[in-house]
Every structure is written in C-alpha cells, then in structure tokens.
C-alpha cells in the first residue's frame, strides 16, 4: 500500500489560532496556569451556561480524581462504574483507597444500566460514575432518581461528551455533583493533555481549585496579581499537582471556539456512515433517542455481526492492509489483569460488555477527514464484509 497514505484512527484538528495563541503564551513569559487558563475556564463555564463553574486540570483523569476526593470519597467506600469504560475512570476510585464496582452496559448503547446500578447497591456505596460512551449521554433522569433515593454522589466522565445534549441540556448542566470532560489528543477537542471539572456546587469547586494546587489556598497567578505580600501562602491540605499550563489552555481557547464547527462536521460524516454502511452485517452505532438529545460522535462504534464470516480481529488487520487506522472501544475492565484479579470478575458477570467488545470496531472519524478519506474507509469495510 506504498501508494497509498496511511489514513490514521485520529488526528487533532489545529488550526493557526491555536498555534498563534500558543507563541503568545511562550512570548508573554507566564507559560504556566495564569491569563490563558482562567480565560479558558470562563470560555468554558460560558459555554455550557446555566450557572456552572469550571476550573482546568492537566487531564481527565485529574479531574475525575479531584471531583471524587472533593464529594468526599474516603478508603473503603464503593463506587459504581460501567466495565465498559477506559481504566481511568476505575483507578481513580482506587486513588482514595476505595474500591470501583463494575456493572454490565445496555446492548444498544454501551451505557451504564439503571438497573445494573441499583442491583450492585450496597451499604457501602458512595458514588456513581457514568460515561456517556462514545458521545451518546446515559439515561441521567433514572440515574439521578437512584442517586436521590439512595443518598449517592454522581460524577459524570463526560471525556466523550463535548458538545452532547441530553433533553435539551447540556452534558456538564444536569443535576449531577460533579462533570469531568478531556482535552486529550484524541478527543472532540484538545489541548494536548487537559481536562475540565464542572459543576453548580461552589463547595466542591472551591475544594477542587485547592486541592488541584497542593492545598494551596492561592494559585500562584493570584499571588502574583495580588496586593497582599506575593510570597505568602497557606497549605491547607495535602493536596495534589493538576493544574493547567497556560501553554495547554491557549490552544483550549480556540478549539471550545471552533467546538459547535467540529460537532456539526462529525454529525455530517456520521449521517454518511450511517448511510452509506446500512444494509451490512454490521451494528451500526446507537442514535440518541430522547427529544433535544445528540450524539456528539466523539467516536463511530460498529458491531461485527456473526453472518459476516469475518472475526473483529481480522477486520482490524485487513483494513490495516488497506491503510486504515481502527481502534476498539473499550477492552472491558473486567478483562484487565488488575480489575479482572483484584476483584475476581469473570466474563459471565458481564454479558453484554464482554459480547460487545469481542464485536467492537472503532471506524475514524474526525474532522480533518477529507470527504474522500471517508470514501476509502467505506469502500473498505465494504469489500471486506463481501458487499
Ligand atoms: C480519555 C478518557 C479518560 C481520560 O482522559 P485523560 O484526559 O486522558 O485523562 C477518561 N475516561 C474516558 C471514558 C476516556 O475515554
């Protein structure tokens, strides 16, 4: 295929605002959290509206972190996260010395199951950990309802979900205690590495603002701003190193202003997938269902049916062959040594997740896909599933 470009699984879509932003932070001379980020945390808030605050983080992962220490997650307590999950969303839980508890996914859209969540309730259970996969939002109404019966937290991994509607609101406004999003490279929108906490409770971002800076109770950009004496500070807990550079949040600035540009690109080519694959032995990717609810298509997930004749793993090789990037998402936390061992899970526990991953493939999608980009990769799927 030396002819041929490889077409890879992803790429960032970085523009010369970005780039142009970024050498402003280098040539100001404050490249670490400062001006950049706190305009991008005020972007953000903006952004989403309904009165939420938010407040920068060098990933997700930090995020999720610092959003369970501040709900007052505590050594022995139980968290419930989906398998089908990246292990962030678990080891975070596992940071604080308390334990993440997975339960099996919805067939049609990989999301954590209500009823899954109440089965694994015990006396234990503080909090619970949706991911709207893929982009597509879990169904919140019914899980905030069990969160309110059984006195539980929520903290919504939303590293897929920007921008994703559900009911009209958007993904990081619901009544929620705690949404996380992520600026990985791969996602919807980057800044390299990064992430952002949101949420309506002014207790638990003033916690989260302290403990992401060492327990510091001033950032060092407020020391340098303020009118009392620069050098003093107070450590108020032990906290943690999260913050954002401002390096980071000067590209965050202009992807969140090109973000409602991304999306609509994404739904434009998911149409197309949707189109131009229907009639294959595939499972196509689940559609947001509720009235003023999307897909914000951070990822195209198919299903390989069994009548193809063809395993997932042998799809992923042959479009390899053709020069196609794939990936597969997820590979369920229940078949990761330290989860499957350390909390003897067992593939029987999780029906649907293990039967989903052993079918998954990622297609690519993303917004500097050419119109011809994506031609290739239909025609590909198409040849291989015989069509
Ligand atoms: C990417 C991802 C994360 C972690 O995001 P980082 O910013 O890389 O820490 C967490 N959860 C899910 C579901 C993800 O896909």
Redesign the pocket.
């Known amino acids: 295929m030396s002819e041929t470009k490889f077409l890879p699984f992803a790429l960032p879509d970085i523009g010369e605002e970005e780039i142009n932003e970024v050498v402003d932070a280098l040539r100001s001379g404050w490249v670490t959290t400062g001006p950049k980020t706190k305009q991008f945390e005020a972007d953000f808030a903006a952004f989403l509206g309904d009165g939420v605050e938010a407040i920068a983080v060098n ?3 930090a995020g999720l972190h610092l959003a369970l220490e501040a709900i007052g997650i505590k050594e022995g307590d139980e968290v419930i996260v989906p398998s089908y ?2 292990t ?2 678990a080891e975070v839980v596992r940071y604080l010395g308390a334990h993440p508890v997975c339960v099996d996914v919805d067939a049609a859209t990989f999301n954590i199951r209500p009823d899954a969540i109440r089965a694994a309730i015990t006396d234990k259970t503080r909090a619970i950990i949706p ?1 709207h996969f893929a982009g597509l939002a879990c169904d919140m109404d019914e899980i905030i309802a069990i969160a309110r019966e059984h006195g539980l937290k929520i903290v919504e ?1 939303a ?2 979900a920007m921008p994703t509607y559900y009911k009209g609101k958007l993904i990081g406004t619901l009544d929620s205690d705690v949404t996380v999003f ?3 490279a791969n ?1 919807t929108m980057t800044t390299g ?1 990064g ?1 952002m906490v949101v949420s309506k409770h002014k207790d638990i971002i003033a916690r989260c603002k302290v403990m992401r800076l060492h327990g510091i109770s001033r950032d060092a950009f407020d020391r340098y701003v303020s009118k009392t004496p620069a050098w003093y500070y107070e450590v108020v807990a032990p906290g943690y190193k999260y913050n954002m550079p401002d390096t980071a949040a000067a590209m965050g600035i202009h992807q969140l202003k090109k973000i409602r540009g991304f999306y609509d690109k994404r739904e434009v080519m998911a149409q197309r997938f949707d189109r131009e694959l229907a009639g294959l032995p595939l499972i196509l990717p689940a559609r947001a269902k509720d009235e003023g609810s999307n897909h914000a298509w951070h990822l195209y997930p198919v299903r390989i049916k069994p009548e193809a004749g063809v395993s997932r793993d042998d799809f992923i090789a042959k479009m390899a062959e053709k020069g196609i990037g794939c990936s597969v998402h997820f590979i369920p936390l229940h078949r990761q040594p330290v989860w499957r061992d350390g909390y003897q899970l067992t593939r029987e526990q999780f029906p649907v997740a293990d039967a989903a991953f052993e079918a998954e493939v990622t297609l690519p999608l993303y917004t500097r896909m050419t119109d011809d980009d994506q031609t290739r990769v239909i025609a590909a799927v198409r040849e291989i599933l015989g069509a």
């Open positions: 990933s997700a992962t999950t990246f962030a969303t991911v991994d590293a897929h992520s600026f990985y996602k590495e992430g």
